[in-house]
């Protein structure tokens, strides 16, 4: 059976569309809550050992549905315990998720494409190219897949792994749709966030969906000009189409807006940028998380604040009418942080 196609994947299906599925085979509704079960409440991905299942139901599912997991290639754990998870598609592309335990959490950081047709200069994933978008089940088996390997649930999703979430909008929607169910893994809409680097585009579609899941936006540099040498796609929209965009957003969704704004020596961490992250920000609800840059090896051509100087430019933000926060690094030993997701197999492919 054809794995790539994206109306054979049990796992592909929200819940209504579960439940049409299985009534067109000759199911009943119930039928469709027990699978539901089966997959997002007891992991059990195998058809045949879906017990409460009537037998003849059982043999159409497997005739008309699969429920494609991706494969874990290789693990990978950090010192601080954060795990990255290389995986195999069906078609032979890799991608990686990335398993963070905290206290009272259990973060993943899902990828949404195989990697990324933006070319960020600062994101290894960027240099990859781009080689498609991810299917929902794709995505979903993300989820599956970390929850079994950590033997606990997730309980928050980040659509920050490879790729751009709105350039697979429809396939990122349906998946958070599936992870969200209350009835299934039951992440809550305000513990998954999607970021995106501006695509203006989607993001009005967002506002006018009333989609209600957290947005993120990867900002970078303040001004235009320079936003377009480290972000090409910034070229497409520019700062204002996209602060237009995040006003309407936030007045129609009354949420604030979380910018990501990874710190790069000597291209964006002046008091010049400070001043302008000041002005834009505090015309709409925002939240400022400022990010260590992480090394992409040999031929990096940026390098990260010491730690005294990211502090300098933390001290500009004193007083304002929005939170700052430095967001804490995780898994930089195994090259599991942000903007270092490359899907490598092994050293040096």
């Known amino acids: 059976m054809d794995q790539s196609r994206d109306d054979n994947s ?5 819940s209504g569309d579960l439940e049409k599925a299985v009534c067109g085979l000759g199911g009943k509704k119930y039928n469709a809550g027990q699978i539901w079960s089966w997959l997002y409440k007891k992991s059990v991905f195998d058809i045949d050992k879906m017990t409460d299942i009537p037998s003849v139901l059982r043999t159409s599912l497997k005739q008309n549905f699969s429920v494609p997991l991706p494969e874990i290639e290789r693990s990978e754990k950090s010192a601080d315990g954060t795990v990255k998870l290389l995986l195999k598609l069906y078609d032979s592309n890799y991608i990686e998720c990335v398993i963070i335990p905290e206290k009272d959490r259990m973060t993943l950081c899902v990828s949404s494409q195989a990697g990324c047709r933006f070319k960020c200069s600062f994101c290894s994933t960027g240099k990859l190219g781009f ?3 991810l299917y929902a089940h794709e995505i979903v088996g993300q989820v599956l897949t970390a929850s079994v390997f950590a033997g606990t649930r997730i ?12 350039d697979n909008y429809d396939e990122v929607i349906k998946s958070a749709d599936i992870i969200s169910d209350d ?14 680097f501006g695509h203006v585009d989607s993001i009005i579609r967002f506002t006018n969906e009333d989609i209600r899941y957290k947005l993120a936006v990867s900002l970078h540099n303040p001004f235009d000009d320079e936003r377009n040498l480290i972000m ?57 998380n400022l990010i260590k840059y992480h090394s992409q090896g040999a031929a990096d ?15 500009f933000f004193r007083n304002q009418n929005f939170p700052v926060v430095f967001r804490s690094s995780r898994g930089e030993d195994i090259s599991a942080a942000c903007g270092q997701l490359t899907a490598k197999r092994k050293a040096g492919e």
């Open 155 to 166: 309980t928050n999703v980040v659509y920050m792994g490879m790729g751009e979430p709105f």
């Open 131 to 133: 080689k498609r978008n």
């Open 10 to 14: 049990l796992t592909e299906l929200r």
């Open 232 to 288: 090409p796609a910034n070229r497409k929209y520019g700062l204002k189409k996209l602060f237009d965009a995040l006003t309407a957003y936030t007045k129609k969704s009354n949420r604030k807006v979380v910018f990501e704004y990874v710190l790069l020596k000597n291209v964006n961490d002046t008091e010049r940028h400070a001043k302008e992250l000041i002005r834009l920000l505090s015309a709409l609800p925002s939240k400022l």
């Open 183 to 196: 009835s299934g893994l039951a992440v809550g809409k305000r513990k998954i966030t999607i970021s995106t």
């Open 301 to 315: 051509e940026f390098g990260p604040l010491k730690d005294e100087f990211a502090l300098k430019f933390y001290n």
